[in-house]
C-alpha cells in the first residue's frame, strides 16, 4: 500500500509497507516518507498499523486542505 499526498507546492507524503528495513517485526513495519526525511514505524499489532497509518493519511490530507 503506498498513498500520495500532494500539497500545494509539490511537497509530498509517502506512506507505504516496508520490507526491506532490518526490523524487528517486518509484517508490522511502515515508513512515512517526506521530503526532507524517511521514518520507519513498527507498531505493535496489525490493527494498530492500519490506524495509524490512517491516521497519518487523514492528517495530512487535512492539513493540505487547511493551506490551501
Known amino acids: 500500500m503506498i498513498e500520495n499526498i500532494h500539497?500545494?507546492?509539490e511537497k509530498s507524503?509517502?506512506?507505504?509497507?516496508s520490507?526491506?528495513?532490518?526490523s524487528p517485526n517486518p509484517s508490522l513495519t511502515f515508513c512515512v516518507k517526506t521530503h526532507d526525511?524517511?521514518?520507519y514505524m513498527v507498531?505493535?499489532?496489525p490493527e494498530?498499523?492500519?490506524?495509524w497509518m490512517d491516521v497519518i493519511v487523514t492528517g495530512a490530507e487535512g492539513?493540505?486542505?487547511f493551506m490551501s
Not at 520490507?19 to 532490518?22: I, L, Q, T, V
Open 19 to 22: 520490507s526491506s528495513c532490518a
Open 63 to 65: 492539513y493540505t486542505q
Open 43 to 45: 507498531a505493535p499489532s
Open 48 to 51: 494498530a498499523m492500519r490506524i
Open 13 to 17: 507524503l509517502r506512506v507505504c509497507l
Open 7 to 9: 500539497s500545494k507546492d
Open 37 to 39: 526525511r524517511l521514518y
